[in-house]
């Protein structure tokens, strides 16, 4: 994928390598400094050196995350562009592992709304491509659209437990996200809904919103 950065071999590395696999594992109320220390190899004045403090540790391991998931963004659509679509799978599977377990935890938390903020920002562009060829115009903005697009696709993380019961296989092992992926593919290149049917929907809610009193809850 890349060469590692001279960061990925220091001790500060290690350190937000740890703090992310704890931080995935206990959460960050679970996770303490000295146990992150520990599987580091490091002690834990070592911690405090380089992050200040916890919550300074987990704004290190978003921005990390953040540079991580804007490679993937890059080399994806790269791969698209000119069809090596090895690179597009091996890019997707590079967030695979620690990385997913430890987003999912965050976000579940209520944190590490940067990393949210950024990957919507990410899938706008994506949004407006397929915008170009879409025989309907969009009736809602982009930016809500990505952040729903997102919210979906996250969720998949976020209720590991219950999709890999339903499966039979557990969805982050190899077997898993192939099929994981190879159901993604299906539900996205066939629309639920005709043309017809979702303007049929929007022109009823149309109507539900004009006959509403103003300012009731909806």
């Not at 690179?87 to 695979?96: D, E």
Request: glycine share 10%; with cysteine.
């Amino acid at each position: 994928m890349r060469a590692a950065a001279p960061e990925d071999l220091t001790a500060r590395a290690r350190i937000r390598d740890a703090a992310m696999q704890h931080f995935g594992d206990l959460g960050y109320e679970g996770a303490t400094l000295r146990g992150i220390a520990e599987t580091a190899g490091v002690s834990p004045g070592l911690v405090r050196h380089h992050f200040g403090s916890k919550q300074g540790l987990r704004e290190a391991c978003d921005e990390h995350l953040i540079r991580m998931i804007r490679q993937v963004n890059d080399q994806t659509r790269a791969g698209m562009a000119s069809g090596a679509l090895t690179s597009v799978l091996a890019a997707r599977s590079a967030l695979v592992g620690p990385y997913q377990r430890y987003m999912t935890r965050a976000l579940a938390e209520g944190a590490a709304g940067a990393l949210f903020d950024e990957l919507v920002r990410l899938f706008v562009p994506w949004l407006n491509d397929a915008d170009k060829s879409r025989p309907d115009p969009p009736t809602v903005d982009v930016k809500i659209r990505a952040a729903i697009g997102v919210a979906m696709g996250l969720s998949i993380g976020v209720l590991h437990g219950h999709i890999s019961r339903t499966i039979g296989v557990d969805v982050s092992s190899p077997e898993g996200d192939r099929l994981l992926a190879r159901a993604l593919v299906d539900i996205y290149s066939h629309p639920m809904l005709s043309i017809e049917d979702a303007g049929r929907i929007l022109r009823a809610l149309d109507e539900a919103e004009s006959s509403s009193p103003q300012g009731e809850s909806r």
